[in-house]
């Protein structure tokens, strides 16, 4: 039996306390609440305040970290130190910066590190329609988000992380090459993006974001060898063009495929796979394997954009 610790806001410790009790051998042990104060959490239980790490972590073997903060980073820090495995949100990482010396702490104390990804979408019905993702040669992926309905609590940050969760699904190579371009229309930090990346199976992104967009928009077109597939985001639309062989001139050797694509939540498998890891034993992930991959690439991206920031307002 593996006992588990949940903190962070209470939705999110709610959310996660549902998809734990569906898995086998798993006990939750804690919940915390953690608030906007972030001096401390709240023991779901019996509603009493703790403000020291050390009298939280005891009793469980890994903790799920849900939100940021003060109090969640010193905890953090703190379980890794204690030899507790640890699953995590990118939005709990302040900064690239900080994610070298936790990976060092996880191998050190040899324990599982996993980061979830964002949990904005997900593909399983457009990797079901690939079936070969090794035979991805191109990606064209447009994000507009209409200007009008753009939160001003959102940035490109995140909205590009999510995207690049979903080009990290698709493609399981090395990135190699990045180019990035970066507008800013309001302000000093980019409002569109437009970048190029290259990975080590030969396989090529176009990325364009726009946080200033006319419309909504946000799709994925898939270029393989015999096909092309273009996948809605927005609407879970998708549609095939396929090629065929033609028994005659006359015939049309292409034809098109379209298909519903239902959503669903992908935590239950996120989950899944971390107790997996720590059940097999597997000690130390790579950057590639812990889920950070996506995180330090779109940091990267963002980076090489504001390198190259033209500004209009």
């Not at 690049?164 to 990045?178: D, G, P, S, W």
């Not at 005659?248 to 939540?265: A, G, L």
Request: glycine share 6%; charged share 20%; with cysteine.
């Amino acid at each position: 039996m593996i006992n588990v610790g949940i903190a962070g806001y209470y939705n999110e410790v709610n959310r996660h306390a549902r998809a734990l009790d569906q898995l086998p051998q798993v006990s939750i042990s804690d919940r915390w609440i953690t608030d906007d104060a972030q001096d401390g959490a709240i023991d779901a239980k019996t509603g009493a305040k703790y403000t020291d790490p050390e009298a939280i972590l005891a009793k469980a073997d890994a903790w799920i970290f849900c939100n940021s903060g003060n109090f969640i980073n010193r905890m953090l820090t703190l379980a890794l130190r204690k030899a507790k495995h640890v699953f995590l949100y990118p939005r709990v990482i302040r900064s690239s910066g900080n994610v070298y010396p936790l990976i060092k702490l996880a191998r050190e104390a040899n324990v599982i590190l996993k980061c979830s990804g964002t949990g904005k979408y997900n593909l399983k019905g457009l990797l079901e329609a690939i079936p070969d993702p090794k035979a991805i040669a191109m990606i064209e992926f447009q994000h507009g988000i209409r200007i009008t309905d753009s939160p001003a609590s959102t940035t490109i940050s995140e909205v590009l992380l999510s995207d690049i969760e979903i080009v990290n699904a698709l493609i399981k190579a090395r990135n190699t090459f990045i180019k990035a371009k970066g507008l800013g229309i309001f302000n000093s930090h980019p409002n569109i993006i437009n970048a190029r990346l290259e990975f080590d199976n030969g396989s090529a992104v176009n990325y364009c974001c726009n946080m200033v967009s006319l419309q909504d928009e946000h799709l994925i077109t898939v270029m393989l060898k015999d096909s092309v597939l273009r996948y809605n985001l927005i609407t879970n639309d998708l549609s095939g063009w396929y090629l065929k062989h033609a028994v005659n001139q006359n015939e049309n050797p292409i034809f098109m495929k379209n298909i519903r694509v239902e959503s669903s939540d992908r935590l239950y498998d996120e989950l899944t796979g971390f107790f997996s890891l720590i059940r097999s034993g597997t000690a130390f992930l790579s950057i590639y394997d812990n889920g950070f991959e996506p995180y330090m690439l779109a940091d990267r991206i963002i980076e090489k954009a504001s390198k190259t920031l033209v500004q209009y307002a």
